[in-house]
């Protein structure tokens, strides 16, 4: 079984910001290729601006990915943001138990 197509890692921070870095995993043979997937991980970041605070995150993203159309990336990238979401709500709950 091979390495999903698009995943985050993600870590709270000490700042207000959510950082992101953009990672083309090594599936991608060509500055090409790298640099179109990193051109649409910000922009799939800029577009979906309502990202948690004070975390930061790293997209990383297969060479399949740049070829799913608009609505499957911009699913993918919801997914993402609603599981880390998750992560976060939950690891609050339980630190203030």
Not at 6 to 22: I, M, P, Q, R, V
Not at 69 to 90: G, H, T, V, Y
Request: proline fraction near 3%.
């Amino acid at each position: 079984m091979g390495k999903q197509p698009f995943y985050a890692l993600w870590k709270e921070n000490t700042d207000e910001k959510t950082y992101f870095l953009f990672c083309p995993d090594k599936t991608h043979k060509n500055a090409v290729r790298r640099n179109k997937t990193k051109r649409i991980l910000r922009e799939l970041a800029r577009k979906n601006e309502a990202f948690p605070f004070g975390i930061d995150v790293a997209l990383v993203a297969g060479i399949t990915f740049s070829n799913w159309n608009l609505e499957a990336r911009d699913s993918a990238f919801q997914a993402i943001r609603k599981k880390i979401e998750n992560e976060i709500a939950r690891h609050s709950t339980h630190s203030t138990l």
